[in-house]
């Protein structure tokens, strides 16, 4: 079956890195996306990879490996506007995105 | 308007009732979804649509359905309510279908079935 996994909550502190992970298994593969979703709004995009390696952009990078199912989103200098939940999403053969159920990370001061 | 919109932002519905959630977009994207948001799990895909005057069944499609008469609208409709339907239920859109197009989402329909 196709199934995706990523930790329900992670806390990390304002001004530090945290790091998301993400482990996919899907029929077929057609890229790894990650989206921002904040409390009671809608999920909004931040990356996409399809090729292995890093892609960064500002403080947000995110790292995909196909030979492990296994991609991260990594998030620098950590603001309090961080605190979301950040779903991890795999397309499959059919171009459908099968969705994690979501980290939600939490910013201390 | 620019992006996606949805209404009603939310609703409590009687069980048995019929109701039709609405959205419409002005990007003039070919690709349309409909999904559902409960705690604990992933979106997940309840019909989606191609292009205008075609649909297809998503993961969860039972006691729903929808119309796409036209590029901008595409409508949600449960036709006898029940309260395994509460939930949010998020309208999105991307540039093509079959592609690694983004998906751009609208602010969700909060559902209350009692």
């Known amino acids: 079956g196709q199934n995706i996994d990523q930790p329900t909550e992670m806390t990390a502190t304002e001004g530090a890195i945290v790091q998301i992970n993400c482990t996919y298994q899907?029929?077929?593969?057609?890229?790894l996306f990650w989206y921002q979703q904040h409390a009671g709004e809608a999920p909004t995009f931040l990356s996409y990879?399809?090729l292995d390696g890093l892609e960064e952009k500002g403080r947000f990078s995110s790292f995909l490996s196909r030979s492990k199912g296994y991609s991260y989103l990594l998030l620098k200098e950590l603001q309090m506007k961080d605190s979301a939940s950040y779903l991890c999403?795999?397309?499959?053969?059919?171009?459908?995105?099968?969705w994690g159920a979501g980290t939600k990370l939490i910013i201390k001061p | 308007i620019a992006g996606i919109t949805q209404a009603p932002t939310s609703q409590i519905l009687a069980a048995g009732r019929r109701m039709t959630l609405r959205c419409t977009q002005d990007?003039?994207?070919?690709?349309m979804y409909w999904y559902r948001q409960d705690l604990g799990l992933g979106l997940r895909l309840i019909h989606y649509s191609n292009t205008a005057g075609t649909t297809g069944k998503g993961e969860v499609p039972d006691g729903y359905s929808v119309s796409r008469a036209n590029t901008d609208d595409f409508p949600l409709t449960l036709a006898s309510a029940v309260p395994s339907q509460t939930s949010v239920y998020f309208c999105a859109s991307s540039e093509n279908s079959g592609s690694t197009n983004e998906q751009f989402f609208g602010p969700g329909t909060r559902l209350t079935v009692l």
């Open positions: 999403a795999a397309m499959d053969s059919n171009y459908q995105l099968i």
């Open positions: 899907t029929s077929g593969f057609n890229g």
């Open positions: 990007m003039r994207h070919n690709a």
């Open positions: 990879n399809v």
